[in-house]
Every structure is written in C-alpha cells, then in structure tokens.
C-alpha cells in the first residue's frame, strides 16, 4: 500500500477547551472571503478536504478547487466540471444491499487468501452501520397480533440471511449490526445513529456519510450531509477510500411564509419534488435557506430531503441551526455533547440562523417557495414526481384511464371504463370493484413515519372518523409499519392507537414494508376479481417510490399521500373521490360527514406532539435497540474470520466476480460483434432492472429455486436473496412492467435475434453466452432511476452486458456500472436509437482506447456500415482506474495485495 503523505494543513489545526477536554479542530473559517461564500453543504465538503489532505487520496488541488466553488461552479452559465475527493466520516447499510456487501467482503477476503494475501485485511476502516429493516413482509394484516406473525415469519424466512449477518458483525471490525424489528433504517439514522459532530477521537470534525440506498439523504434534514451511493462503492468508503466526485452546483432553495393551517409536511415534499424535478437538479446539491425554514421542524426538513431521490438532487441540505439541537434534546442525545456541537459548528461557521440574511451564502441559483401556497396533494399513478392538487385527483385519474399508455395513461378504450367486478368477503357480504377502487392502503415508510406530526395528524383524523361512524371496507389491505418503536410510544401515550387499530390501521411491523414493495399478498378474491376484469385498482401509501409493479402486481395506480390521506382514501374506497363534494359516510345521525369535518388543524397536531413526543420514549426504545429480539439473540451462527459457505443455500453464495481474477491488470478488451439484449425507453428505473419485490412463479428464479427443492411459499423476495448471485442474475430484468422494444409484450422477455425466438432475458443471456457472444442494450433517458442498488449493476454484469448505450443517466447508477467493469456510454446530445434508426436488431463493434481521457468520444461501429460517436461516462479518472481494473472491487483487492 502506498503511504500517506503529512498534511500540508496541519497549520490549519487550532484547539478547542470544552468543559475540561482540549479537543483539536482545522479552523477552515480562517480560510476567510472565499469560505464565507460557500454553501454550507460545500464547507463539509472542504473541512473533510483539508482534515484528510495527505496528497494521496485527497490532494492540495482538491481543497484549492472547493475553495474556488464560486468561481467553479456559482454560476451556471459558466460551470466548470472540477473533479475533488471526499472521505465520508461512516457508512450506513440497510439489509437488502447491506448483505450483498458483506457477501462481497467475505468473498473478497477469500480471493485476497487465493491470491497470497493476509484476508484479516479486508474489514471496515471507517464506522459502519447496518439496520436490517427491508425483509419484513406484511404478511398478515387487520388481525391480532399482525406485528409479531409477520416477523416470525421474517426469521422462518430470513435465517441463512440472519445468521450470515450475525457472522459478519463478529468476523470484521468496525461495524454495527441493528436487528430486525428495530425500525427503518433512516429512521434510526435520524433519532439515533447520527453523531452530528464527531468527538470520539480528540479531534472534532463534521458527521458525514454515505449509504447503500438512496433515501439516506434524509439525515441531511438534521444538517449531516449524506447521500446515497452503489454497494460497491460503499464498499470502497469501508475500506478508507475515498469517494472521487464532480464539484457540485449547489441550487439555494429559499423558502419563505408559513405553512396553511390544513396543510402537512408530504404536501410540501410532493410540491418541492415536482419544481425541483421540473428545474432539472440531478447530480447537483440543493441547499434550503430563507425564513421559512426556521417554521419547518426537523421532521419536517427530514421528510423533504428524503424525497431528494425523487426530485434528482444528491442532497437537499439544511444547514445546522437552533431547531437542529431541540431535535437532539428531543431525541435524548446528551446536553454537553449538544453543546459542543453548537460551540464547534460556531467557531468554524457552520452553525446557521435562517432569519438572518446576512450568512447567506452565494449559490449557483436561487429558487423560492412560499410555504402559504402549499395545497394538499398526492402523487401517481406511477411516478414519485407528478404531483395533484387533492381536489384535482378525480378528473385527473380518470383522464389516466383513457391517455395513452405512459406515465399518466392506461390506454383503455371507452367501451372498458364502466366496467366492475364483484366478489364474497369472508363476512359473507358481496363488494364491487371498478376502476379507481382502493385496494392497499399503508401508513409507511421512512419519509412520513419519522415525522410526528403527520403520525398524529393521521392518529387524529382516525378519531375522528370513527366518532362519526366511519369504517374502511374490509377487504382494503390497510397497514401500519412505524419506523421506530418510539412511533408506537407517542401514538398510544396520545390514545390514538385504539381509533387507527378501528379502521384496520394495525401495527405490521418495524421495517420498509409496503413502500418497499414488501405489501405481502392480497386475498385471491380480489386478485381474481381484478384480473378478470383488468381493472386499474389502486394503492395509496404514504412512501416514497410509486413506480410500476413495485407496490404490487395488481395495482396499476399507486398513489403517494400523507398518513391523514392514506386513511381518507381507505375510508372512501376509491381514488377517484372529491373530497369537497362528496361525503365519506353518515354519521349515526344521517348527517353526511366530509373530509373537511375531521381533518385535524397544523396547531391541533403541534399541541398534541409538544404534549406526548418527550425524550423518555427515545431513551426507553434506543437502549436497547442492538439487543434484538429472543429470536435475534438466540439465533446461532458460524465463528472464524473466513465464512464457511455452503453450496446448498439459496441465499448466501460465494459470487463469481472474483474466480478468474489476477494480480496483475490486463488491457482493456473490445467488445466485437455484440448483440442487444434489451432495447429499452426512459425513465428505467431500478425496480425494472433489479426487481426488489416478489418473485413471479414463472420466471427462471422460480424455477431455479424450484430446482433446489422450494415450494412457491419460500421463494420470498429478489431483495431478500441479493446474497444469491443465481437467483439475482436470473431476476436481472424481471420486472413485470418492463417494456423491451425487441418484443410486442410487456415483461421480462426479450428477442434471440438470430432465429427471431422470445424468450425471458436469463435464458436469452445464457444462449449468447454459450456462444461467446458480448452483449450490450440501448436505453432511453435517465437509465438506471430509482433505489441504489448495486445489482442493478451486477446483475447485467452476470448477463454478459459489457455496455449500456443511453441518453443519459441516474448518478448512483452510472457510477454502479463503472464499478462494475461495465462502460456507461452516452448518446451525443440529440440523438438516441430512434434518430439513429437503431432497432436492436443489428451488431455492433466498441472500441475503448487505453489511453481514453475523461469525457472523450468514441466511435460506435455497426455490422451494416454505420457507425457513430457516443461519450464514454467515465467522469473523473478513478472511474477509469476502476473500469481498466474490472471493477471497483478488483482495484481494492489489487492494492491490498500491494
């Protein structure tokens, strides 16, 4: 391994007394003029820069390039691309993409051994945490004892994946294992992982992070700045190194006025998200400033930059402030650490007053919103960012119906819009579907169940409604999945459990749940009754993500909303109410009650939440939040620094990306003669390409899983078996909703194009390969959306894809493919396949120079005489170093091995 070098800033470091401890500091605000004008969110970038600047992995020029942001990137007619190294302070892991890591670890400790190496070198460097919080299924739902049948099912389903977890937070270093059961992972992030300044060394220096999903950044809410990145380059930041990055624009969202008194947190997201996705924010920082900020409690900030994915930006900041240390008295961290965070953060200017306009930095743009203008709204059907004013949902869905197909269409012909389909409940009573018919409705998720006050809003609202005689229909599959366990204190310390159980509104469980996908079954009355009828039923949830075939198969339309409309779009059936004209029931009296008659006021809510949101419900849950479960502590699993793997398990495998590796590296290959296996539209998200929910009982998992001897009831989840190379590979492409353009119909199909055969992807993938032919696909624009998941990258890696051709790219996802060994190449600006008269049918010829220089162009040639150029999305040159290694992996166990 090469040596660090002394820090050339070591001037740069002051002492700091503190209640009888000197702690260390770099003084970063002495740089002055210049550091007075950076974004907040820029000036961790800068003090991690010069606290770690040793000239090897982060150099001089990276700290003079963040000093020079303004002149860099503060404007955006004249932006300059600057490539700077940041080293997040720790990582955080969920278990979906957090087990495929570990597997890589282990797998990576056996190679080092393989190739001569000492495999006690693979282990954390920096802190690393893993919350497993993604496998719970809402199994079971509207019954008794709901929360403790569905997690025993999680253990009976999830054992391999437990024990293996169980090993690795014993076999390595430096990493925290949270047990199921214990809340989301954002969630825990937010209320009790974050250190907000870090002073366990005698050094002081900011939290930062990075993580395996794409929702943590929703700890920048509390002034961390963290996003979300591929496994596999979380996986890099494990190992100490550091994360190369483009210089960011930072765009200053100014907000202004105050909330309406009806209106909640997710109708302010949903409405930022639409603007931020409509003002085009991806792979730049959005940073929050203005009056309006100090009115926004933290959860409420937390709920706006957990939605950062979904408008694009890598983080929505909100710089540290005063509501920024309630938070953390709220959440029983200790006095004198909120001190020293406020006294630290002050002496190095990065402790902010949002009313005072004077430590308003300079941004590359300004945008405002006034808060007094919010409206209640949702989104959908299919996408987080297409929002709908309340009182618009009707004609809107209804348009939906007959648009053409698209993200707000159906296409269904007007002879097919009357018609319904009944069935009998098991209460003996019969219940008619029709287009717009709720069918899911599921308080969740760690964008709203972090957030108190849309908990209670809804704990309120459902009193109400059951004062006045409201029921939901019993066939609605309607849940509640807290995010912590503190949930569950203040709902039952404010006597609203009893009236949200009333309505069907139990507690599920302490995980992602529905939002993930994770809904569990519907009944297969209902399940008969819609695909008989093709009918377009809906979900409403209080989530994140509302893309096709990820809340479940048979809802066509899912729909995003706060936890209050979650309940009212249960009570009334159907998304296709009005609210301000249509009553949702009668009351005892036959008076008709309406929406409006039991919507509790922002002042109701804020009264209840002062009164019952106290710091000993943190203290009680969080004190034991790493003991788990008597099925978590009982739970055996292997001992030793190896892991032994075991041939017959279907959900941890040693993975193949390792087995042909040298210790020296090759050139780089060109792909000839390479098929398309995919050719596909924009807007393929993750959850087409790596498909995290259940796993159809006619695709080439199932049958491979079959093959070992499962029966259909134990196949679980694609996310579940991420540990699994076999079963991942065989579900790369699954997605039920996929639209490949080499076939006439939907799914995971494609065309074998010498003979003319469909077939599912897999199969296609394996007879190409059995022919030693490469692979590539074209895609549309922003490939690769949604979820970080890194197998969404490895697993067309398995497939033999050595290229994907799009018009542009998710961050998260084109830095997954490069660390991969994958090229992510990009159309020149104007063209795509259509201009291009590219119908997937041809073969193509990439070659990629040795010599190639960030942001060159290439030639693309074709097997008819054509050719043309495309950008090779190399961004900086570690990209290129990790691509010329095979992958990210590949280049960490070569520098170990040196």
Same mark, same amino acid.
């Given at each position: 391994?090469?040596?660090?070098?002394?820090?050339?800033?070591?001037?740069?470091?002051?002492?700091?007394?503190?209640?009888?401890?000197?702690?260390?500091?770099?003084?970063?605000?002495?740089?002055?003029?210049?550091?007075?004008?950076?974004?907040?969110?820029?000036?961790?970038?800068?003090?991690?820069?010069?606290?770690?600047?040793?000239?090897?992995?982060?150099?001089?020029?990276?700290?003079?390039?963040?000093?020079?942001?303004?002149?860099?990137?503060?404007?955006?007619?004249?932006?300059?691309?600057?490539?700077?190294?940041?080293?997040?302070?720790?990582?955080?892991?969920?278990?979906?993409?957090?087990?495929?890591?570990?597997?890589?670890?282990?797998?990576?400790?056996?190679?080092?051994?393989?190739?001569?190496?000492?495999?006690?070198?693979?282990?954390?460097?920096?802190?690393?945490?893993?919350?497993?919080?993604?496998?719970?299924?809402?199994?079971?739902?509207?019954?008794?004892?709901?929360?403790?049948?569905?997690?025993?099912?999680?253990?009976?389903?999830?054992?391999?994946?437990?024990?293996?977890?169980?090993?690795?937070?014993?076999?390595?270093?430096?990493?925290?294992?949270?047990?199921?059961?214990?809340?989301?992972?954002?969630?825990?992030?937010?209320?009790?992982?974050?250190?907000?300044?870090?002073?366990?060394?005698?050094?002081?220096?900011?939290?930062?992070?990075?993580?395996?999903?794409?929702?943590?950044?929703?700890?920048?809410?509390?002034?961390?700045?963290?996003?979300?990145?591929?496994?596999?380059?979380?996986?890099?930041?494990?190992?100490?190194?550091?994360?190369?990055?483009?210089?960011?624009?930072?765009?200053?969202?100014?907000?202004?006025?105050?909330?309406?008194?009806?209106?909640?947190?997710?109708?302010?997201?949903?409405?930022?998200?639409?603007?931020?996705?409509?003002?085009?924010?991806?792979?730049?920082?959005?940073?929050?400033?203005?009056?309006?900020?100090?009115?926004?409690?933290?959860?409420?900030?937390?709920?706006?930059?957990?939605?950062?994915?979904?408008?694009?930006?890598?983080?929505?900041?909100?710089?540290?402030?005063?509501?920024?240390?309630?938070?953390?008295?709220?959440?029983?961290?200790?006095?004198?650490?909120?001190?020293?965070?406020?006294?630290?953060?002050?002496?190095?200017?990065?402790?902010?007053?949002?009313?005072?306009?004077?430590?308003?930095?300079?941004?590359?743009?300004?945008?405002?919103?006034?808060?007094?203008?919010?409206?209640?709204?949702?989104?959908?059907?299919?996408?987080?960012?297409?929002?709908?004013?309340?009182?618009?949902?009707?004609?809107?869905?209804?348009?939906?119906?007959?648009?053409?197909?698209?993200?707000?269409?159906?296409?269904?012909?007007?002879?097919? =819009?009357? *018609?319904?389909? #009944?069935? !009998?409940? +098991?209460?003996?009573? @019969?219940?008619? &579907?029709?287009? /717009?018919?709720?069918? =899911?409705? *599921?308080?969740? #998720?760690? !964008?709203? +169940?972090?957030?108190? @006050?849309?908990? &209670?809003?809804? /704990?309120?609202?459902?009193?109400? *409604?059951?004062?006045?005689?409201?029921?939901?229909?019993?066939?609605?599959?309607?849940?509640?999945?807290?995010?912590?366990?503190?949930?569950?204190?203040?709902?039952?310390?404010?006597?609203?459990?009893?009236?949200?159980?009333?309505?069907?509104?139990?507690?599920?469980?302490?995980?992602?749940?529905?939002?993930?996908?994770?809904?569990?079954?519907?009944?297969?009355?209902?399940?008969?009754?819609?695909?008989?009828?093709?009918?377009?039923?809906?979900?409403?949830?209080?989530?994140?993500?509302?893309?096709?075939?990820?809340?479940?198969?048979?809802?066509?339309?899912?729909?995003?909303?706060?936890?209050?409309?979650?309940?009212?779009?249960?009570?009334?059936?159907?998304?296709?109410?009005?609210?301000?004209?249509?009553?949702?029931?009668?009351?005892?009296?036959?008076?008709?009650?309406?929406?409006?008659?039991?919507?509790?006021?922002?002042?109701?809510?804020?009264?209840?939440?002062?009164?019952?949101?106290?710091?000993?419900?943190?203290?009680?849950?969080?004190?034991?939040?790493?003991?788990?479960?008597?099925?978590?502590?009982?739970?055996?699993?292997?001992?030793?620094?190896?892991?032994?793997?075991?041939?017959?398990?279907?959900?941890?495998?040693?993975?193949?990306?390792?087995?042909?590796?040298?210790?020296?590296?090759?050139?780089?290959?060109?792909?000839?003669?390479?098929?398309?296996?995919?050719?596909?539209?924009?807007?393929?998200?993750?959850?087409?390409?790596?498909?995290?929910?259940?796993?159809?009982?006619?695709?080439?998992?199932?049958?491979?899983?079959?093959?070992?001897?499962?029966?259909?009831?134990?196949?679980?989840?694609?996310?579940?078996?991420?540990?699994?190379?076999?079963?991942?590979?065989?579900?790369?492409?699954?997605?039920?909703?996929?639209?490949?353009?080499?076939?006439?119909?939907?799914?995971?199909?494609?065309?074998?194009?010498?003979?003319?055969?469909?077939?599912?992807?897999?199969?296609?993938?394996?007879?190409?390969?059995?022919?030693?032919?490469?692979?590539?696909?074209?895609?549309?624009?922003?490939?690769?959306?949604?979820?970080?998941?890194?197998?969404?990258?490895?697993?067309?890696?398995?497939?033999?894809?050595?290229?994907?051709?799009?018009?542009?790219?998710?961050?998260?996802?084109?830095?997954?493919?490069?660390?991969?060994?994958?090229?992510?190449?990009?159309?020149?600006?104007?063209?795509?396949?259509?201009?291009?008269?590219?119908?997937?049918?041809?073969?193509?010829?990439?070659?990629?120079?040795?010599?190639?220089?960030?942001?060159?162009?290439?030639?693309?040639?074709?097997?008819?005489?054509?050719?043309?150029?495309?950008?090779?999305?190399?961004?900086?040159?570690?990209?290129?170093?990790?691509?010329?290694?095979?992958?990210?992996?590949?280049?960490?166990?070569?520098?170990?091995?040196?």
């Amino acid at each position: 391994m090469e040596v660090k070098g002394a820090n050339p800033y070591q001037n740069l470091q002051k002492s700091l007394d503190f209640n009888g401890t000197s702690y260390k500091y770099f003084d970063i605000a002495s740089f002055g003029k210049s550091y007075d004008e950076l974004p907040f969110s820029i000036r961790v970038l800068l003090e991690s820069a010069v606290r770690n600047c040793d000239n090897f992995q982060v150099s001089e020029q990276d700290v003079k390039r963040i000093l020079k942001w303004k002149e860099l990137k503060g404007n955006p007619e004249n932006s300059h691309d600057a490539e700077v190294s940041f080293k997040p302070a720790r990582v955080i892991l969920q278990d979906f993409t957090g087990v495929p890591a570990v597997v890589d670890f282990a797998a990576m400790r056996d190679a080092v051994l393989k190739l001569g190496g000492d495999p006690n070198l693979i282990n954390p460097i920096c802190p690393s945490d893993l919350v497993i919080d993604h496998s719970v299924q809402v199994d079971f739902a509207r019954e008794q004892g709901s929360a403790d049948k569905n997690q025993n099912l999680e253990f009976v389903r999830n054992k391999e994946r437990f024990k293996f977890l169980k090993w690795g937070a014993k076999a390595f270093q430096n990493m925290l294992i949270v047990p199921p059961g214990s809340g989301i992972v954002h969630q825990v992030n937010l209320e009790y992982l974050a250190r907000v300044v870090f002073s366990d060394s005698d050094v002081l220096y900011p939290d930062s992070l990075v993580g395996t999903d794409s929702h943590t950044t929703m700890i920048n809410g509390l002034g961390v700045l963290g996003w979300g990145v591929g496994g596999i380059e979380a996986e890099a930041v494990m190992l100490g190194q550091a994360i190369t990055m483009l210089l960011p624009e930072v765009i200053g969202y100014k907000l202004v006025g105050q909330l309406p008194s009806l209106a909640t947190s997710t109708d302010l997201v949903l409405t930022i998200t639409k603007h931020l996705r409509q003002l085009g924010v991806v792979g730049k920082f959005v940073e929050f400033f203005g009056p309006g900020v100090a009115e926004l409690s933290i959860a409420d900030r937390a709920t706006i930059s957990n939605m950062c994915p979904e408008y694009g930006a890598t983080v929505g900041y909100f710089p540290i402030d005063e509501m920024s240390l309630k938070y953390l008295r709220q959440t029983n961290r200790p006095e004198e650490k909120i001190q020293l965070i406020r006294t630290y953060l002050k002496t190095t200017q990065q402790f902010r007053d949002y009313n005072d306009e004077s430590q308003d930095p300079h941004f590359t743009k300004v945008v405002t919103l006034d808060l007094s203008s919010i409206v209640t709204s949702v989104s959908g059907p299919k996408r987080p960012h297409d929002r709908i004013a309340v009182k618009d949902v009707q004609n809107d869905f209804r348009t939906c119906l007959t648009n053409k197909i698209g993200f707000k269409g159906f296409e269904l012909s007007p002879a097919a =819009i009357p *018609a319904t389909g #009944s069935f !009998t409940w +098991t209460d003996g009573n @019969s219940y008619t &579907l029709k287009h /717009g018919s709720v069918v =899911i409705a *599921a308080i969740t #998720s760690c !964008t709203n +169940t972090s957030n108190p @006050s849309v908990m &209670l809003g809804a /704990g309120l609202l459902a009193r109400k *409604a059951v004062a006045a005689g409201l029921t939901v229909k019993p066939y609605i599959k309607t849940s509640l999945s807290p995010g912590s366990g503190v949930v569950t204190y203040y709902l039952q310390a404010s006597n609203v459990i009893d009236p949200l159980q009333k309505l069907g509104f139990d507690i599920v469980g302490y995980g992602c749940m529905t939002c993930i996908g994770n809904s569990g079954p519907l009944d297969d009355n209902i399940v008969n009754t819609i695909e008989q009828n093709q009918l377009v039923c809906c979900s409403v949830l209080s989530g994140n993500r509302n893309f096709e075939g990820r809340i479940h198969p048979n809802t066509r339309a899912n729909y995003l909303a706060s936890p209050l409309l979650v309940i009212a779009y249960a009570i009334s059936g159907r998304i296709d109410i009005d609210f301000e004209t249509e009553s949702l029931g009668k009351n005892a009296n036959g008076k008709e009650i309406y929406l409006r008659d039991i919507w509790p006021s922002r002042k109701e809510i804020q009264d209840v939440e002062n009164e019952f949101v106290i710091p000993a419900m943190f203290r009680e849950v969080y004190s034991k939040i790493e003991v788990g479960s008597s099925s978590w502590q009982t739970l055996e699993f292997p001992d030793g620094d190896l892991y032994p793997w075991d041939d017959k398990s279907t959900y941890i495998k040693q993975p193949p990306f390792f087995e042909r590796m040298t210790k020296d590296i090759g050139p780089i290959t060109p792909i000839n003669g390479a098929r398309v296996l995919l050719l596909l539209g924009d807007s393929v998200t993750t959850d087409h390409i790596s498909p995290a929910g259940s796993i159809a009982r006619n695709s080439p998992a199932a049958r491979f899983l079959a093959g070992c001897g499962l029966t259909p009831r134990d196949f679980n989840s694609y996310g579940s078996r991420r540990g699994n190379d076999a079963v991942m590979a065989r579900g790369t492409f699954a997605n039920i909703r996929l639209q490949n353009k080499l076939v006439s119909k939907s799914g995971p199909v494609t065309k074998y194009i010498p003979s003319g055969e469909e077939m599912d992807i897999f199969d296609c993938a394996q007879r190409y390969r059995a022919e030693d032919v490469p692979l590539i696909a074209i895609v549309g624009k922003e490939y690769g959306s949604g979820s970080s998941r890194d197998w969404a990258a490895k697993g067309p890696y398995l497939l033999g894809i050595r290229a994907i051709i799009a018009e542009s790219y998710e961050r998260i996802h084109r830095s997954n493919l490069v660390g991969m060994g994958i090229a992510p190449l990009q159309f020149l600006e104007g063209q795509n396949a259509e201009t291009l008269n590219l119908n997937g049918t041809e073969t193509y010829n990439i070659s990629i120079p040795s010599d190639y220089k960030a942001g060159q162009t290439i030639k693309v040639e074709i097997n008819d005489g054509r050719s043309f150029e495309v950008t090779a999305r190399f961004d900086t040159e570690v990209d290129l170093v990790y691509f010329k290694h095979g992958g990210i992996l590949n280049y960490m166990i070569r520098s170990i091995l040196k």
